[in-house]
């Protein structure tokens, strides 16, 4: 005799799992339906396969177009994970039976044209998404697991359980509507699948799905087999792939933004795993989460606090604590009331930091198996396995090291952002060492299943996509960092139209300050563009024609900044000049140095570039020391606001004050500048003076203050100008001359 | 009947005979299980500090108004022989929560020991009869009993308020107490051993951070609760209201309530000067030094409240306001009378509606 079972279950949740897993057993079937799209079907062997550790997603998309796309995430507490398991197990016929995301799409897509029925999906309700959990909130309460294990893990038939959850879902839904049409749709083609299974013969078949649907299922007998079919009428079903990838417990969570998500996988999990002592095993991981962060929680707090739990819960009625006992017991014994103190381990405790492994065996990608082999080739393997934050050094001088430093710049290209530099400065092209903070996410494999439409390989796909987004982009700036990262990536084929763009877009520029930020990296490309045997193309032409026009613009670019625009803008005046110090053009560098006096003299400038252009002249050479010390006379002259001349003084003196030490002029011109103001504006432009002085080293600063008393100065060198900076980029090479001996003791 | 006239006469009558009505109801209609030598059940306590009704109909007015799951802890924490510390910054109805837990708990709210800097520690255990002592020798005669011992002979809570102000080699000899819950009384070689029901709650100012800090040992022994001041609005503004009815009636005030739209206008002050931005988020603002805790918008009102019965015409008003409230807010006459100086000139002044605070301030700086 026929039988059919519907199992309803609640998506990852632990307790339906364990209950499933043992009805399923009991019931002994022969073939296995399990609310899934059937064109992942092709997945379902490799759940037998031990290297395939959840939490781990069934990712389905369109190979011509990745916008559409589905996951399917299972964690080892979902039914639905555990029935795959048992149905592998016993070799019986196991498959998913739900629509598939070909056709789903499809049918989306005619609903939303209004070819269909004419009107927008609606957002599901709560209950339809976990009708369970809306039950247990009806029954007061707020951890739906909790709920499930009271009032159905203790059932002695489990069998009965499902029959008792099915008849629920079937008094939910005629009070509450079956919900939106695609659900309609979704059971007609599940129950399609039932009767096609039927039909091949089978004798005992169990179907697990959503308690939503259950009593649809259940029903399938009594709906005509044509109505069901009439639903996909005319819908052509779009070619799909898939494959497995790996999930993370954060992505499981319904705080990451996946509507169906839990609240509390960690937590599942360990429900799930060792349900009798949870209370203590879920007190006892926080009590050792806190050691880890160096705080006190003994044993014998542990027990406390499981007391206290027992206690709230026993007050509340509640046959055993649930994760709101737990998180509060755990508040108020461990961490002193303190909420700060659980926050810091909560994400942890609750939501977990687990994330899924997906073996090499199983079909992925092209741009997925390139990836995974440059990485082997570039022995960057064990880092990509690692879920630690992991610190790299790269010196270029070495084959495979090179291949790596391309690989990560090339994933940076793809916007997957394996590694990040440390310590880069401008002008890190030029360096043959380069440190890296490596931390593989379980979200990049999606982005490489993603980027994976720009190409087979990694370069491919690098290059397409730089492409793509110069030939999207309207910043310079932007379109600086593409020519940068393509050079870092070794990317050298489409230099030249990268390029292109460039010149095109630059042409068109009106905005100086756009290709003020773009000039130091095309110099940096220039300059630097062999360390790595690329050819500096035409970027030096390039240049040659963007510093006059800088320098035509300048004036203008510096009126009606306010201050922080001002800071900013100084800054870019500063890059922009040392960039040209390199590239070492004098017709460039003559223009510049015009702009530059023109801005130092003018009066509607912001008195902050004003000062600091006016220094850069002196600096350079390019005016005297009487037409600084007569400009600085003027700037800081007594009718002058002092807001002004102080702002004025920030730009003058950026950096160093051996200036003021060893002239005698300026000094003086400060000296009475300062005498000369009221105790009040004083007061005011403190602050002021305060932030010019306080950057420089405290050799010159003691200095500055002789000086102001009156003493002579005696500057000499003295230790503490060492630039701890400059110290790290100086002392591998010392060591390396001294023979490896290692690091002084900083003195004090 | 002498009794019962002494009842209006008292300053301010303890809990347990203020509400006694409430609590007889509760405890005749539970039928819930109680721990031993508890006066009602656990469920019955909360109910009685966050109100509602008891099961023969009899209303429970709120005596904590907050969260509730802070009660229920704070509750099953005693329920299950663990010390209850209740912390929190001043104002925040710490003490108010601790006299009501032993009320509702023992029946008692009077077993008491306050901390100060100068406590010894025989006012934790035991004292002397100097007279009897000298005349009869040691005996349990002579023994003075502390407060604590009282609550661990009778079976009751004890309540150590500002635990943090005490000395802490006193405040150690808490940790036999708690661990062992016995007295040892070595002159007279015998112990005292606390009977079921015993407990112990103490209280904590977080302000006094770092004066005499818990020792780790001791602070183990504690269930801590926090409680926070008051998360909105309109909670603060309810909390301030109730009290104020409550005092002035004990007080004797004149029945007029204080108006509903003074108490929101000095409650909105209080929260905005606090967290240091208006209540719309315009614009930044200086905080003064002083808590500025529910608590003291309450003394603010009454103290109002007095004036205007006093010495006016019996409604409270702006200028009856303006002393208790620069008061309130000006601790440390340095730093926050510019604090609060610049919040009139920036905030009040540009009020619609209250110009006559901004007058009355004015008037008293």
Redesign the interface.
């Known amino acids: 005799m026929r039988e059919l079972k519907v199992f309803g279950i609640r998506h990852h949740g632990p307790g339906s799992a364990r209950s499933l897993r043992k009805a399923i057993h009991a019931f002994g079937p022969d073939c296995l339906l399990i609310e899934g799209p059937t064109d992942a079907d092709a997945l379902i062997p490799y759940v037998s396969d031990d290297g395939l550790v959840p939490p781990v997603a069934m990712l389905i998309y369109d190979p011509k177009d990745f916008n559409w796309a589905g996951y399917f995430p299972f964690a080892r507490f979902s039914p639905e994970w555990q029935a795959l398991k048992y149905g592998l197990k016993q070799g019986i016929e196991t498959r998913f039976i739900d629509w598939p995301m070909g056709l789903s799409w499809e049918m989306e897509l005619a609903a939303r044209q209004g070819r269909l029925f004419n009107q927008q999906l609606p957002k599901r309700q709560t209950w339809e998404q976990d009708p369970l959990k809306y039950m247990a909130q009806i029954a007061g309460y707020e951890d739906s697991e909790r709920w499930w294990d009271i009032y159905f893990e203790r059932a002695s038939n489990e069998l009965e359980v499902f029959e008792v959850i099915n008849e629920m879902m079937g008094a939910l839904r005629s009070e509450l509507g079956h919900g939106d049409d695609s659900n309609l749709w979704r059971e007609a083609h599940m129950r399609k699948e039932i009767r096609s299974a039927v039909k091949s013969g089978k004798e005992r078949i169990a179907v697990v799905c959503g308690a939503w649907h259950a009593p649809a299922l259940e029903a399938w007998e009594g709906i005509p087999a044509s109505v069901d079919n009439q639903v996909f009428k005319g819908i052509r079903k779009r070619n799909t792939q898939a494959s497995w990838i790996p999930w993370t417990y954060e992505r499981l969570a319904v705080s990451s933004g996946y509507a169906a998500g839990v609240e509390s996988p960690a937590w599942y999990r360990m429900l799930f795993d060792s349900r009798k002592e949870v209370t203590i095993r879920f007190l006892t991981k926080a009590a050792r989460l806190l050691r880890q962060e160096k705080l006190d929680a003994s044993s014998a707090q542990v027990i406390d606090a499981v007391r206290l739990a027992e206690g709230l819960a026993a007050m509340r009625g509640l046959d055993l604590p649930g994760i709101q006992e737990l998180r509060e017991s755990a508040l108020s014994t461990f961490c002193e009331g303190a909420t700060a103190r659980l926050k810091l381990i909560d994400h942890k405790l609750v939501v977990g930091d687990r994330v899924g492994k997906v073996p090499g065996n199983i079909p992925q990608v092209p741009l997925m198996r390139d990836l995974e082999k440059s990485i082997k080739s570039a022995r960057l393997g064990s880092e990509y396995e690692s879920s630690e934050v992991l610190r790299k050094q790269l010196d270029l001088r070495v084959p495979s090291n090179r291949a790596a430093s391309v690989i990560l710049h090339r994933l940076i290209a793809l916007e997957i952002p394996w590694g990040t530099r440390q310590n880069q400065r401008a002008g890190a092209l030029g360096s043959f060492q380069e440190n890296w903070r490596l931390k593989w996410r379980a979200t990049f494999s999606l982005k490489v299943i993603e980027a994976s439409v720009f190409g087979k390989t990694l370069e491919e796909a690098a290059s397409n996509f730089l492409l793509q987004q110069a030939a999207k982009t309207l910043s310079l700036a932007k379109l600086g960092e593409i020519t940068e990262i393509a050079l870092l990536g070794e990317l050298p084929k489409i230099l030249p139209d990268i390029i292109r763009h460039l010149n095109q877009l630059a042409a068109r520029a009106e905005d100086v300050i756009s290709m003020m930020e773009a000039l130091p990296v095309l110099v940096r490309v220039f300059r630097y563009g062999d360390v790595r045997q690329t050819p500096p193309a035409d970027v030096e032409l390039l240049v040659r024609q963007w510093i006059p026009r800088i320098a035509l613009g300048l004036p203008a670019s510096c009126t009606a900044l306010d201050m922080d625009e001002a800071r900013a803008h100084f800054k870019r005046i500063r890059e922009v000049d040392q960039s040209i110090q390199l590239l070492q053009h004098p017709a460039e560098e003559e223009s510049w140095n015009q702009a530059l006096q023109r801005v130092a003299g003018r009066q509607a400038i912001s008195p902050l570039i004003q000062g600091g252009t006016t220094r850069i002249c002196l600096d350079r050479g390019i005016e005297s020391f009487q037409q600084t010390e007569l400009r600085m006379r003027f700037a800081l002259s007594v009718t002058q606001e002092a807001m002004q001349a102080s702002h004025w003084l920030e730009g003058f003196l950026f950096g160093s004050g051996l200036l003021v030490i060893h002239q005698p002029v300026i000094w003086n011109i400060l000296d009475s500048w300062v005498q000369a103001l009221s105790a009040d504006r004083f007061q005011e432009i403190l602050p002021l003076l305060r932030r010019s002085f306080s950057n420089f080293p405290k050799s010159e600063r003691s200095e500055i203050w002789k000086l102001a008393n009156g003493k002579k100065p005696e500057l000499t060198q003295s230790a503490d100008i060492i630039n701890e900076e400059l110290e790290e980029v100086v002392w591998p090479m010392i060591q390396l001359l001294l023979g490896g001996k290692s690091r002084p003791e900083s003195e004090s | 009947m002498a009794k019962k006239k002494e009842i209006p006469q008292t300053l301010r009558p303890h809990a347990e005979v203020l509400f006694k009505t409430e609590l007889d109801a509760l405890v005749q209609s539970d039928k819930d299980p109680r721990p031993e030598n508890w006066l009602m059940s656990?469920?019955s306590v909360?109910t009685y500090l966050l109100g509602g009704k008891a099961k023969d109909g009899t209303v429970i007015t709120p005596k904590y108004f907050g969260q509730k799951?802070l009660m229920?802890?704070a509750?099953?924490?005693l329920?299950?022989d663990?010390a209850l510390?209740l912390?929190g910054v001043p104002g925040t109805a710490k003490t108010w929560v601790s006299e009501h837990l032993a009320a509702a708990i023992s029946g008692d709210s009077t077993l008491l020991v306050q901390g100060t800097a100068g406590i010894s520690e025989d006012a934790l255990r035991y004292g002397w009869n100097y007279a009897r002592l000298l005349a009869e020798g040691p005996s349990e005669k002579s023994l003075v009993a502390s407060p604590v011992m009282k609550a661990m002979l009778s079976g009751k809570l004890i309540r150590v308020e500002e635990l943090t102000r005490m000395p802490s080699d006193v405040q150690d000899s808490l940790i036999t107490l708690l661990s062992e819950k016995v007295l040892p009384v070595p002159e007279l070689n015998l112990e005292i051993a606390a009977i079921k029901g015993f407990n112990l709650i103490a209280t904590a100012n977080t302000r006094d951070k770092g004066v005499h800090e818990l020792s780790?040992a001791l602070?183990?022994r504690f269930?801590?609760?926090?409680l926070p001041l008051p998360a909105s609005l309109e909670e603060e503004v309810e909390i301030v209201k109730n009290r104020v009815a409550e005092l002035g009636s004990s007080l004797s005030l004149s029945a007029k309530v204080a108006p509903l739209e003074e108490i929101r206008r000095l409650v909105l002050i209080f929260r905005e000067l606090r967290s240091g931005e208006t209540s719309d988020g315009s614009m930044k603002l200086k905080s003064p030094s002083s808590t500025l805790s529910a608590a003291e918008a309450i003394s603010v009102i009454t103290s109002g409240q007095a004036l205007a019965t006093y010495f006016g015409n019996g409604k409270i008003s702006a200028a009856d306001l303006a002393a208790g409230l620069t008061g309130a807010i000006i601790k440390d006459p340095s730093r926050d009378l510019q604090v609060w100086q610049e919040y009139l000139e920036t905030v009040v002044r540009s009020r619609k509606d209250w110009k006559d605070l901004y007058k009355a301030c004015k008037e008293v700086l």
Do not use: F, K, S, W
Not at chain 2, 223 to 226: D, H, I, L, R, S
């Open positions: 656990p469920q909360v799951r229920e802890v509750v099953a924490t329920a299950t663990r510390l912390a780790a602070r183990r269930n801590t609760v926090m």
